[in-house]
């Protein structure tokens, strides 16, 4: 019966001890090539990038709406690669990678996102903030923001009885926030906010890229 239970994942090491056929057979269903998971395997990252661009900019129609929304250049790629880790062994994909790979992709991506945002707000940031309604605007998105995670923060520390440095990764998911994942990462030591940021970030991040394209729709 322990052994009906227990359940192996991409990475765990197995040692088998029997007659050479029995381990062969064993081999040959688990795999037996630790080489293959020393190595970055860069060609699967890559085929699920070039494979989200294309679902991303494959434009999906609703009833009621005037123009189809789009996945774009965030959702697709997110989309494709959770299918990609849950059905990947099946077309012989090894989604397996790295920690020093995992370390470096999630390092980079974090400096190139924000280095994007930096250039893309920086030129008329000051101007659009002092000017007009700015100030309001900055308000109303401190409100919008703080007041759900304080409410949601609480909830899940004292009622649900949530770990601390889960909770970090859980608030720092539901805002879609990279920046926040790294230092949370910094400040546990640990792949505890790592872990609750991935349960929430890809639904977070699928109902952020639809829900406002289909209220912009519906307001036009």
């Known amino acids: 019966m322990l052994f009906r239970s227990l359940v192996l994942q991409v990475g765990d090491r197995v040692m088998v001890?029997?007659?050479?056929?029995?381990?062969?057979?064993?081999?040959?269903?688990?795999?037996?090539?630790?080489?293959?998971?020393?190595?970055?395997?860069?060609v699967t990252i890559f085929v699920g990038i070039f494979l989200g661009i294309l679902l991303g900019s494959l434009p999906i129609a609703f009833p009621g709406m005037p123009t189809p929304v789009k996945l774009g250049l965030a959702g697709g790629p997110l989309v494709?690669?959770?299918?990609?880790?849950?059905?990947?062994?099946?077309m012989h994909l090894v989604t397996y990678t790295t920690m020093s790979a995992n370390l470096m992709l999630r390092e980079i991506g974090i400096v190139l996102f924000l280095a994007s945002v930096g250039i893309e707000a920086?030129?008329?940031?000051?101007?659009?903030?002092?000017?007009?309604?700015?100030?309001?605007?900055?308000?109303y998105g401190f409100l919008i923001t703080v007041i759900p995670l304080l409410i949601i923060g609480?909830?899940?520390?004292?009622?649900?009885?949530?770990?601390?440095?889960?909770?970090?990764?859980?608030?720092?998911?539901s805002n879609t926030d990279p920046p926040a994942l790294a230092y949370a990462n910094q400040t546990s030591g640990n792949d505890a906010p790592a872990v609750g940021y991935s349960t929430v970030y890809p639904l977070t991040m699928f109902l952020r890229i639809l829900a406002g394209q289909m209220i912009l729709l519906t307001m036009m």
Do not use: W
């Open 154 to 173: 609480m909830i899940a520390r004292f009622y649900c009885k949530v770990n601390y440095f889960t909770l970090m990764g859980l608030i720092a998911g």
């Open 80 to 90: 494709v690669a959770i299918l990609i880790g849950r059905f990947g062994h099946k």
């Open 122 to 139: 920086g030129e008329h940031f000051v101007q659009t903030v002092v000017e007009g309604s700015g100030l309001l605007y900055v308000g």
């Open 17 to 42: 001890v029997g007659q050479q056929d029995a381990v062969e057979r064993v081999a040959g269903v688990l795999g037996n090539q630790l080489k293959r998971l020393d190595t970055p395997n860069i």
